[in-house]
């Protein structure tokens, strides 16, 4: 693999996630680790699930390295798949129930995994191909002769923990992007880069008794990057297999949760329930929000009515630079995404890989303690997502641009394949979207670009009106245009009844852009 060398910090990790689970476990078994739904899981009996895991993998043939597949809905079941594979030296291969049969059977088949765990709501997803393949198959919850029994073999397995010797270097999980078309790329960290993201536990107060409510899916790195410092620091995940605004508020007031991770998507859905506050979230202390930029007029709203501090994270799944924005300290800089993170360095590059001058948009490339190992067994791929600064450093390319202001806060402006390029000139979707958004009729808008032979392509913009609103197409169009400069008018908007999503609240502009170019027709 092509040696990526990220920075060293002052302090660099000296303890494996598994080696803390562990000590955890002994220090208080009996005090409270996973909660989902009615099923309650206290260390000690965490502890014992996992070395069943492990030495069940074990048992089966699993070698250090060995990538071993879930596919599930977030569950009791899953956490203790997640942390007991660790324990057994194995790579967690999480897998996207976003992604086509298809996909999946090519993310199978390029990480060559030993084993795959299925829950009964996903099993036609790999129903079609994967009694073919040379593969280990176990039923989380369903009984099928071509799968074994999870819980008959866990009831098999030693609880003896086997005391796997673990290396930094060792691969610790495998993420694969969700892909329709082609051999989806597959994110590989190591145990290093996890353990260097855990020197925010006591900071973020993981370790203090918190108690982590997760609704977003484990296999997302959006989730993992709550999930794993949760329980590094001792705490408890309490764990939604599906998100439900009103539920969300529920779970927070009964179980007193202190810390979550939530996508910006689910911010406006909770904010916009009828009753928000009638709820007691007075035990709240921290809310993270990632995975896409937060409106600042939902920050401003979170930090006026949720309880807690709000702090937002821009960062990849391959690592990289990070920057973090305390939403509460910095009231005036809620368009931004924050400050540099200690130890990561961002540069801005043009089309050239030349970095622009200060004030400037640029794509972001970033540095920093946890970078991922590589694309799992694609070096090309790899080399491709990298770009070296004057001293050789690897920093990753992001396909985001942005800006820093004066004061040193990132400004994003867009996806670098979202910008749309009208006559030769730039245009940022997200300053279309943003005014857009600004009406105030307008509950969700997203701007693509589609084919014009005037001007090789051309901004359109899709709209969700709020319930009760009347007005037309044209009207929002007009709107919009009025507020926007000349050179990035709309050319047209359509209303919509909703805007696909990924399963963290990313718009899936591909999908909406696919039937345009698909047809090649320019329809404005």
């Known amino acids: 693999m092509i040696p990526i060398n990220p920075p060293v910090t ?82 967690v291969t999480p897998l996207s129930s976003m992604a086509s049969p298809e996909a999946l059977r090519k993310m199978l088949t390029d990480c060559g995994a030993r084993a795959i765990f299925v829950a009964d709501q996903y ?35 030693s609880t003896t923990d086997p005391m796997i010797d673990l290396e930094m270097s060792d691969a610790f999980n495998l993420i694969y992007s969700s892909g329709t078309t082609g051999t989806p790329k597959g994110i590989l960290h190591n145990h290093w880069m996890r353990a260097a ?24 790195n959006t989730t993992i990057v709550s999930f794993i410092p949760t329980l590094f620091g001792g705490s408890c995940v309490h764990l939604m297999p599906k998100f439900d605004a009103r539920k969300y508020l529920e779970i927070v007031e009964r179980e007193k ?21 009638d709820f007691d979230l007075s035990s709240m202390r921290v809310k993270f929000s990632t995975s896409a930029p937060l409106r600042a007029d939902v920050k401003r709203d979170v930090l006026a009515r949720f309880p807690g501090k709000l702090m937002e994270y821009y960062g990849l799944t391959e690592g990289g630079g990070v920057t973090v924005l305390v939403a509460d300290e910095h009231p005036t800089k809620l368009h931004t995404v924050g400050k540099l993170a200690p130890g990561n360095d961002i540069r801005l590059i043009d089309a050239d890989g030349n970095e622009v001058p200060p004030g400037e948009v640029g794509e972001i490339c970033g540095r920093g303690p946890t970078m ?14 990298i770009w070296r600064n004057e001293n050789g450093d690897v920093y990753f390319r992001s396909g985001d641009m942005g800006s820093f202001d004066e004061d040193g806060f990132l400004v994003l402006s867009d996806r670098k394949k979202d910008m749309i390029i009208s006559g030769g000139l730039n245009i940022y979707a997200n300053d279309l979207e943003l005014v857009l958004l600004d009406d ?52 047209g908007v359509e209303l919509r009844g909703t805007l696909p999503r990924s399963t963290i609240g990313k718009i899936l502009k591909k999908d909406l852009r696919a039937p345009y170019w698909e047809t090649g027709k320019d329809s404005l």
């Open 10 to 91: 002052d302090t660099p990790p000296s303890e494996t996630v598994v080696a803390r689970l562990r000590a955890n476990a002994r220090a208080h078994p009996d005090k409270p680790a996973l909660v989902c739904g009615d099923q309650r899981l206290n260390w000690g009996a965490l502890d014992e699930r996992m070395n069943r895991v492990a030495n069940l993998l074990l048992h089966e043939g699993l070698q250090k390295g060995d990538n071993v597949a879930i596919l599930s809905a977030n569950s009791i079941a899953y956490a203790e798949l997640f942390t007991g594979i660790l324990r057994a030296g194995g790579c």
């Open 197 to 220: 993201q855990m020197d925010r536990v006591s900071p973020n107060g993981y370790d203090d008794n918190a108690r982590t409510l997760i609704s977003t899916p484990l296999y997302s």
């Open 372 to 385: 991922m190992a590589g694309y799992f067994g694609r070096d090309d791929l790899t080399a491709d997502y």
């Open 123 to 157: 099993r036609d997803l790999v129903a079609g191909f994967v009694t073919d393949m040379a593969i280990k198959r176990f039923a989380i919850d369903f009984a099928d002769p071509a799968f074994m029994d999870y819980e008959a073999a866990m009831q098999a397995a």
């Open 257 to 277: 949760i202190t810390h979550t991770m939530l996508v910006p998507v689910q911010y406006k859905r909770i904010m916009d329930v009828g009753d928000f506050d």
């Open 440 to 491: 105030p009729d307008v509950t969700d808008a997203c701007a693509i670009g589609i084919p014009s032979e005037a001007w090789g392509e051309t901004p359109l913009g899709l709209v969700v009106l709020r319930d009760g609103a009347t007005r037309g197409a044209d009207d929002i169009l007009q709107r919009a245009n009025a507020r926007l400069g000349k050179s990035q008018r709309l050319s």
